[in-house]
């Protein structure tokens, strides 16, 4: 027997013309682990973004109902030459009602109840999701829970990660994000030090207004100094940016490393001993990311994603990290959007500009039944 | 009692005036652990270069007996707050005859003897050395001892560090250098895989020469195919460049990430899952490094240098190290030096431009007696 229902596909052409399309899918019913989760919302995550319509142009591109059609630029076309022709569902994650399950026990146990899940495919009327990833949302809302994976679980993550490393505070760049926001929370309920750095004063008065000690606005003529005083104050010399292209890990690497030389008593050709560590976790900026010969050689720069990062953590880290999210759903971790849409509505030229340029506070939800 | 010599200081005044130049010296007897070494023998490094120079004009400054006056350009300058107005020694290595000791039983036993030395005072006709540094040098010439530190330790320590991480082969770029050689010999008698980058024909052929199996010249048209096989070949997702500067790092890890997404069966929007790391170890390019969005999210860029190395990988090993170096001084560990300068021929313009230019092959020696 199968289900049927709308989903959103996306399909880059290796000409350059990127569809993405509503069309009508069958779902096969769910075996095993499996669980159909009839899926109600749906956040747009950047991470979404670089497979929906990556850096194609939403300006100058094709609207029709339930349709756009746009062009790649190189050389992002090229980049992407494993995608070529194939026909891909999107959505990371999303909530909805548990309507047939595997047989395995825990697909069982969750028939009828309402779930956060992770199915890869969450742009769609159903999906198909693995029960060990799914969260009961118990009484919660499908909107309050649509959102309880990807951003609950980085921002702990990052948490869990400055710990592992010794670690007592954390700059973090494009901090006024709902992923910025959660990571506030996280840091004043654990203890650990947070330095935000934002580029407006609006947003500079949304995350004290949320109790931040150390937020730091980019455009403000004292940057470097207001940088520098809240790396000295919280010894923060480990953080996380989400924008990856330009020069902010260059400039937070620079304040780092400019406080660590004020403590030194001799100077030394090499720089500080002062080891400095950021992490790339996405690509807000797209263009290359800039590192100036201004820090000396003590410093890493990595990548960092959610996945690997379980996988290294393990079993039982993850499994903390989803019952922390899940008791605090509504509060430590929960989500704001700007508006609902449909996933017609998804696709018009309003809506997908709108979210598809990633601005603090313009987050949307997927709502597939209206 | 004291006794006197000539000294290289170089000086950077806050308006951007760089003065290097000979001067006498004072050198007090040594004490506890110190030795005096008379100097007979000291490379110039890229790393003296940066404490030396600089990127300092060298084209336009003024050249006198014994003396050079360059202008600092910014924003080396201001980057460099921590030196200004200060008077420093140069030089981090060489090997000279020890002419008094403290009391200490190291610094007693090497009286007389000829040692290879790591003072950072190296363009000195004198220097005061710390005796459990210092390597005895047997009948081997001041000359073959001259540089039996900084080369040697570095390019043993980049196959420690492979070792440490689990790596069976490294990437380098800028492989002819006189440390690349050394690279080379290492890895062949440790079985070690090495993936050399060169970009000269003749440079390919120097080191297959030395019996290298893998050489790729990033001038040739088909550079990117080259390294993607020679990574295939070896699994070298791991690797060291010296120049900083400019995309080669970039270039290295987009061919891994190429290698390693062809062996993938399934298209991923976040690039494969295999670990990249890189280490940049100089900057013989001071331009800043530019990573493109092109290898997902796997990859680590870490600086690194010697001495934080070595205080990490302990004593017993350092002190492995030191007796592999000693035992193949001449063979394995063996430097060339393309001309012989006094301190006072150093500071000529022909002299200072060339060796500044740090052209692979292009190394000097200075020999303060003459």
Redesign the interface.
């Known amino acids: 027997m199968t289900t049927t229902g709308k989903q959103i596909f996306t399909t880059l052409d290796p000409n350059g013309a990127l569809t993405v399309e509503v069309a009508e899918s069958e779902f096969r019913d769910p075996t095993g682990n499996q669980v159909l989760v009839k899926m109600e919302a749906a956040p747009i995550n950047p991470?979404d973004l670089?497979?929906l319509f990556g850096p194609a142009d939403l300006e100058s591109a094709e609207y029709s109902d339930g349709k756009v059609v746009a062009q790649m630029p190189e050389?992002f076309l090229s980049?992407a030459k494993?995608?070529h022709g194939?026909r891909?569902p999107v959505g990371n994650e999303g909530a909805g009602t548990v309507v047939a399950a595997g047989d395995g026990e825990a697909a069982q146990a969750l028939i009828g109840q309402r779930v956060a899940c992770v199915p890869g495919t969450a742009f769609s009327q159903y999906a198909l999701a693995d029960a060990a990833m799914c969260l009961p949302l118990g009484d919660n809302s499908a909107e309050d829970g649509a959102s309880a994976f990807v951003n609950p679980m980085t921002a702990l993550g990052f948490v869990e990660t400055a710990k592992m490393e010794g670690q007592n505070a954390i700059v973090h760049s494009a901090a006024a994000s709902n992923l910025g926001q959660m990571l506030n929370r996280i840091c004043q309920e654990d203890g650990m030090g947070l330095v935000n750095i934002v580029r407006k004063q609006e947003q500079v008065d949304l995350l004290k207004g949320l109790g931040a000690s150390h937020v730091v606005n980019s455009s403000d003529d004292d940057f470097m100094h207001q940088l520098r005083s809240a790396i000295d104050e919280t010894d923060a010399y480990f953080g996380f940016d989400p924008i990856?292209?330009g020069k902010t890990v260059?400039t937070v690497f620079k304040a780092m490393e400019q406080v660590a030389?004020g403590k030194?008593s001799e100077?030394?050709?090499?720089g500080s001993?002062q080891q400095k560590k950021m992490y790339?976790?996405g690509?807000l900026d797209?263009g290359?990311?800039?590192?100036?010969?201004?820090y000396?050689?003590?410093?890493?720069?990595?990548?960092?994603?959610l996945?690997?990062f379980l996988q290294q953590a393990g079993m039982e880290t993850a499994a903390r990290m989803r019952k922390r999210v899940l008791d605090n759903i509504t509060t430590t971790f929960a989500s704001n959007y700007k508006r609902k849409v449909t996933l017609e509505e998804m696709l018009t030229k309003n809506a997908a500009t709108e979210y598809a340029a990633m601005k603090t506070g313009e987050k949307y939800l997927v709502t597939p039944w209206g």
């Open positions: 991470s670089a497979l050389p980049g494993g995608r194939k891909m990856g292209g260059d030389v030194m100077y030394s050709r090499y001993n790339i976790y690509r797209l290359p990311t800039i590192l100036t010969p201004s000396g050689f003590g410093w890493t720069l990595s990548g960092w994603l996945t690997p």
